[in-house]
């Protein structure tokens, strides 16, 4: 089964249509790069960091305490962060 992490990068190798502007299913209207950085870039970071967790011996306690500091100025950032760290971890813990 592909999770959200691995679903979601996994459908980023799609070909993606140069545009000046996307439309999210959520939040406004951004350019690609910025989109990039903010879904892509923050799914990587999540699945390096996670997995760096997981090879250390951590547990899914430890999961919202891995460095997001990056995405701190997305909105909900601080709401959603530590859930997003957790889901990601029971996604790759059995991998």
């Not at 100025?73 to 760290?85: E, I, P, V």
Request: hydrophobic content about 40%.
């Amino acid at each position: 089964m592909i999770g959200a992490v691995v679903g979601t990068l996994a459908g980023s190798a799609c070909p993606i249509h140069e545009q000046a502007d996307h439309l999210p299913g959520h939040g406004s209207a951004t350019d690609l790069p910025t989109a990039t950085r903010d879904t892509h870039d923050y799914l990587v970071n999540m699945r390096t960091q996670i997995g760096a967790l997981i090879n250390e011996g951590g547990d899914i306690i430890d999961a919202p305490k891995i460095d997001q500091f990056e995405w701190a100025h997305l909105k909900q950032f601080d709401s959603l962060s530590g859930r997003n760290a957790q889901a990601a971890f029971e996604e790759m813990e059995w991998e």
